[in-house]
C-alpha cells in the first residue's frame, strides 16, 4: 500500500514556470512506476508524462514533451513534474499515480490509467493568458 500526496499547483501566467511534487508513502517506492495525469473541466483525464522504478526511462505526451520533464528521488520518495513555457491549455488538475511493477524490468512504465493502483488527490494548475 502507498499513500501519495501532491503539492506546488497554483495559479501562473503563460510561459511562466512550476514544479509538481508526488510525495509517496511507503517502503519499496523504486518498485513503483509512476505517472501523472490531468484532467480539466469537461475533459477526459489524460497522460502527461511517466518514469519507471529506477528512473531508466521517461515517457510524455506530445502535447508537454520538450516542456515538462519528470524525475524521482528514491531516496525522498518522491517524484518530480517540472513545467515550463507553461500553456493556458495545460490548465487542469494534475494527479500523480503508482503502478506496483517490481518485476517489470527496469524501463517499464505504461501510459493507461488502467495500470496505475494508487493515485493521489490532485492539484490544482492554471495558467492565466
Known amino acids: 500500500q502507498v499513500q501519495l500526496v501532491e503539492s506546488g499547483g497554483g495559479l501562473v501566467q503563460a510561459g511562466g514556470s512550476l514544479r509538481l511534487a508526488c510525495a509517496a508513502s511507503?517502503?519499496?517506492?523504486?518498485?513503483?512506476?509512476v505517472g501523472w495525469f490531468r484532467q480539466a473541466p469537461g475533459k477526459e483525464r489524460e497522460f502527461v508524462a511517466a518514469?519507471?522504478?529506477?528512473?531508466?526511462?521517461?515517457g510524455y505526451a506530445d502535447s508537454v514533451k520538450g516542456r515538462f520533464t519528470i524525475s524521482r528521488d528514491n531516496a525522498k520518495n518522491t517524484v518530480y513534474l517540472q513545467m515550463n513555457s507553461l500553456k493556458p491549455e495545460d490548465t487542469a488538475v494534475y494527479s500523480c499515480?503508482?503502478?506496483?511493477?517490481?518485476?517489470?524490468?527496469?524501463?517499464?512504465?505504461?501510459?493507461?490509467?488502467?495500470?496505475?493502483?494508487?493515485w493521489g488527490q490532485g492539484t490544482q494548475v492554471t495558467v492565466s493568458s
Open positions: 518514469i519507471s522504478g529506477s528512473a531508466g526511462s521517461t
Open positions: 511507503g517502503r519499496t517506492f523504486s518498485a513503483y512506476a
Open positions: 499515480a503508482a503502478d506496483w511493477a517490481p518485476y517489470s524490468g527496469d524501463s517499464y512504465y505504461t501510459r493507461l490509467p488502467g495500470g496505475y493502483d494508487y
